[in-house]
């Protein structure tokens, strides 16, 4: 199967990003030597003898585009290559973040469904209205808002959950809570203000006359 025009622009774009953020070091103006002297050790004097050596170190006289050959060379082979501040393997780092952000995500899209659930139970069981005022106040709630005052108030004030760090299930309660309770809202609202419009078809009078409960068809 050939690839369409879509799939032509995404590989393009793909491979614009990827040089895009190699050659950052030198596109930003400044000497990629002197970044990263300054990262490792913000107190060591920049000296010509120091940023000669961070320059043998990662071997940045070769020039930028063929450090980004080097390194495109070996993301082919799975190697996404070494920190230049602290000369760790980028890997592990990055797979690590990746467990982080899935776990988190999962946790958050729990919330969201629980919290939607909740929101379009009392409509099933009546068969009409909506989620009201409560979901559109909770969708409404900016991350960045929910996740100050839970910090502050679950984190600081009462001391039960940890405000930083990532040791364990107790430090994604908060950032889940943060992210899943605006989307949960907003999800709850649009189903429980569908579910009506879906309950009053005919289908579903026909069900019901057949002794099948509503709770069951919805």
Not at 72 to 89: F, Q
Not at 145 to 163: N, Y
């Amino acid at each position: 199967m050939r690839p369409g025009p879509a799939g032509v622009t995404r590989v393009v774009c793909l491979i614009a990003v990827l040089a895009a953020v190699g050659l950052l070091p030198w596109l930003s103006g400044r000497d990629p030597a002197l970044t990263v002297l300054r990262a490792r050790s913000a107190e060591q004097e920049p000296t010509r003898e120091a940023l000669d050596a961070v320059r043998r170190d990662l071997g940045l006289e070769a020039g930028p585009l063929s450090l980004l050959g080097t390194w495109v060379s070996g993301l082919l082979h799975g190697d996404l290559g070494t920190s230049w501040v602290s000369g760790a393997e980028v890997l592990p780092s990055v797979v690590t973040g990746l467990q982080v952000s899935l776990a988190l995500m999962a946790s958050s899209s729990g919330v969201a469904l629980l919290l939607a659930s909740a929101l379009v139970a009392p409509v099933l069981v009546r068969g009409r209205g909506s989620a009201g005022a409560v979901a559109a106040m909770l969708a409404a709630v900016p991350e960045f808002l929910l996740a100050t005052v839970a910090l502050l108030a679950g984190g600081v004030w009462l001391g039960w959950l940890p405000t930083s760090g990532w040791q364990g299930a107790e430090n994604m309660v908060l950032p889940a809570v943060a992210l899943g309770v605006p989307a949960g809202g907003l999800l709850g609202r649009l189903v429980a203000d569908a579910v009506p419009a879906v309950l009053g078809e005919r289908w579903v009078e026909l069900w019901r006359g057949a002794g099948v409960s509503r709770g069951r068809i919805a």
